[in-house]
Nanobody
């Protein structure tokens, strides 16, 4: 089982990035996918979630209207489109997979990708 994040980097405030999370070794389409971030000295924060069934999405209030989570089950990949980035979005972003009802395994975590937003 693997979750591999990519797409992080250094960007100026107001810029955009798209993170990708490629899954393998498990039935990706039957897992709820989430992005979780952790800034230095802070606890992990659930940023966004997308369901495995109807594509329902949820976001933490601080990113609503700026971030969009999506998934492509044919490619076993989840995405996080981040726009209007702020310095407080600086963190390591992790991908997380949790099985839907009737499925087992996990939760699975990626190793993370660093996002740094300069002011």
């Amino acid at each position: 089982v693997q979750l591999v994040e990519s797409g992080g980097g250094l960007v100026q405030s107001g810029g955009s990035l798209r993170l990708s999370c490629a899954g393998s070794g498990f039935p990706f389409s039957h897992f709820r996918m989430s992005w979780v971030r952790q800034a230095p000295g802070k606890e992990r924060e659930l940023v966004a979630t997308i369901s495995s069934t109807d594509g329902h999405t949820t976001y933490v209030d601080s990113v609503k209207g700026r971030f969009t989570i999506s998934r492509d089950n044919a490619k076993n990949t989840a995405y996080l489109q981040m726009s209007s980035l702020k310095p407080e979005d600086t963190a390591t972003y992790f991908c997380n997979a949790v099985p839907s009802a009737g499925y087992y395994g996990g939760p699975y975590w990626g190793k993370g990708t660093q996002v740094t937003v300069s002011s």
